[in-house]
């Protein structure tokens, strides 16, 4: 997928972008909330920044896992509202001709005939500029909004999502490039020997297709997946063109990439048919002081409770009901049992002290949750430049968790890209218009 050394640039705009972030200085000033204005604007940032990808993230449901149900989050502007971004695209898509769309939609919940004929639908809208983040979904509150009492356990959530994507790409495959023929002479729109059906039974799904839509400018949206489990990884090993992966120290980067590497193999493929964005957390200033400021602001605006909060949500767990003396290397059957986030829990087990203690990781989290710098332009360059080494130099990264929006993809834009240009590793211009085509490059 990403043939050359270059640095691939996303932003990660889930709801990471409002996460206590509508009442910090400088953040949505003069927007609407979830108005198309602000999504447009993102957008022209991104292009400016040569950015390759603006991603959506999605999980159907109002966070409920923390204290009193729902109330705390929605209080403190904690993942709500939840949108469904896809409308937004098409306007993004105007706004910014070259950049490409990441939207996420779930191999659990949503039928896989729907999910190729609209990421096709929107691959023709945006000129093959899409991608879909294909996810198992590991929020215990959406499968009540989907029609489940629980949520699936891991290993079967896995299983559904191998036949889910299987039968997405026969059917974004059932078309042949060349079906159409538009003879107006001979009256021949299409040839029906290269439309093809798929004839899918399966144990979640019977498919028969073909799928009624051409195969895109960029043949097909690109293909992105973000678990870290070992079927996590074997899933992305197998079908994906993208990974998305949250190591938080180079030594781990490195070690993913290993994994990566075999499993691509061990799949018929090669490593560089699957590049990765790892995931960072930037804060850039002009100068380190500055950078710092930022940051300190960020935190001070911050409720108490934040980064219990995002815990309690990620590993599906009550983390207001814990003695917060209680240390990590005791909460691992806990979390296990919840069967949801496993992967990156196994990855805090490796990258943080097991002694340390609740309260601690809590007040740490919101921060420090993912691979992060905070920094000058040349300090936060380095660092980049470290990650993307480590990682085998085969992808990007996806930024994370802003201190203000648009304002941290001002900064990057405008301070980083610079730097990293100067340095050969991110592109001057576009060269190309399709999403396939930028990461190709
Ligand atoms: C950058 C990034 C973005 C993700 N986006 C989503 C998302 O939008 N929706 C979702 O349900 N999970 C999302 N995930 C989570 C993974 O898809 C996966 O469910 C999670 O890591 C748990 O699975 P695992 O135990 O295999 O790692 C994301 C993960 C990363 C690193």
Redesign the pocket.
């Known amino acids: 997928m990403c043939v050359s050394d270059a640095i691939h640039l996303a932003i990660?705009s889930?709801f990471i972008h409002t996460d206590h972030l509508w009442c910090t200085p400088g953040s949505w000033v003069n927007y609407h909330y979830y108005g198309p204005d602000f999504y447009e604007e993102l957008a022209r940032i991104a292009q400016r920044g040569m950015f390759d990808m603006i991603?959506?993230?999605?999980?159907a449901e109002t966070p409920e896992n923390f204290g009193d149900g729902y109330a705390t989050p929605l209080r403190e502007g904690y993942r709500w509202p939840k949108h469904d971004m896809m409308p937004m695209i098409p306007l993004m898509a105007k706004a910014a001709p070259n950049l490409g769309f990441g939207l996420?939609m779930?191999t659990t919940y949503q039928h896989p005939f729907h999910v190729a004929r609209l990421f096709s639908s929107l691959d023709h809208v945006t000129g093959g500029r899409v991608g879909w983040?294909a996810?198992?979904?590991?929020?215990k509150n959406?499968a009540a909004n989907w029609g489940f009492d629980t949520m699936l356990p891991?290993q079967e959530?896995?299983a559904k999502a191998g036949e889910h994507l299987k039968v997405v790409v026969d059917l974004w495959n059932s078309v042949e490039a060349d079906a159409i023929i538009m003879d107006r002479d001979n009256g021949i729109f299409a040839d029906p020997s290269k439309v093809h059906l798929i004839n899918h039974e399966g144990h979640y799904f019977k498919v028969r297709g073909p799928l009624p839509c051409l195969p895109s400018r960029q043949g097909k949206p690109i293909i992105i997946?973000?678990?870290?489990?070992?079927?996590?990884?074997n899933l992305a090993a197998k079908y994906a063109d993208m990974q998305?992966?949250?190591r938080r120290t180079n030594k781990s980067i490195a070690a993913h990439r290993a994994v990566l590497d075999e499993l691509t193999v061990k799949h018929g493929r090669q490593p560089r048919d699957l590049g990765v964005?790892w995931?960072v957390r930037v804060v850039a200033g002009e100068t380190r002081e500055d950078a710092i400021r930022k940051e300190r602001r960020f935190v001070d605006g911050l409720p108490a409770n934040a980064g219990l909060i995002e815990l309690s949500f990620q590993f599906g767990f009550d983390f207001s009901k814990l003695d917060g003396k209680m240390k990590l290397v005791d909460m691992v059957d806990m979390i296990k049992a919840q069967k949801?986030?496993?992967?990156?829990?196994?990855e805090l087990l490796k990258t943080e002290d097991p002694d340390t203690e609740i309260e601690d990781l809590g007040r740490r989290w919101i921060t420090e949750r993912?691979n992060f710098i905070v920094g000058s332009v040349k300090e936060v360059a380095d660092h980049i430049e470290g990650v993307h080494e480590a990682g085998g130099r085969n992808g990007g990264i996806?930024l994370?968790k802003s201190y203000s929006a648009h304002g941290a993809l001002r900064d990057f834009a405008e301070l980083v890209v610079p730097e990293l240009q100067r340095r050969g590793l991110v592109r001057k211009e576009y060269v190309h218009d399709t999403l396939r085509a930028n990461l190709n490059s």
Do not use: K
């Open positions: 990660d889930s991603f959506f993230g999605d999980a996420t779930s983040n996810v198992t979904s590991a929020y959406e891991p959530r896995y997946q973000a678990g870290q489990s070992e079927d996590g990884m998305f992966v949250s964005f995931q949801t986030y496993w992967g990156p829990f196994e993912s996806i994370t």
